[in-house]
């Protein structure tokens, strides 16, 4: 999972949408000896999305709407999930 890591943070590093979308997705489970972490999950969602990834805005919208690791915030849950369909079809 180190390797992966790596590889997905230089990815992200690099504004590469996938790579912050698939540390988002780690953060999101936690998976492999990392840890589930909310923060990180959001961080990198919100990243993602503002570089396209339609599913980012989406995870930020989720994580916004249920409040699950941060304050419950409906008005930015609404900005991603409007940010999801203007990329819809791009990440």
């Known amino acids: 999972m180190d390797k992966a890591m790596q590889s997905f ?3 992200c590093d690099g504004n590469f949408r996938n790579g912050c979308f ?3 997705v780690v953060y999101l ?3 492999q000896g990392i840890d589930k972490d909310m923060v990180k999950a959001l961080e990198y969602s ?3 999305c503002k570089l396209g990834h339609s ?3 989406i ?3 989720r994580i916004y709407s249920q ?3 941060v ?3 409906l008005k930015k849950a609404q900005e991603f999930k409007k940010l999801a369909k203007e990329c819809d079809g791009k990440g």
Do not use: Y
Request: glycine letters at 16%; proline letters at 0%.
């Open 55 to 57: 599913w980012g805005c």
């Open 71 to 73: 304050e419950v915030d």
């Open 29 to 31: 489970t936690g998976c």
């Open 9 to 11: 943070t230089k990815a």
């Open 59 to 61: 995870n930020a919208s």
């Open 22 to 24: 698939n540390l988002s």
């Open 46 to 48: 919100v990243k993602s």
């Open 67 to 69: 409040g699950d690791g």
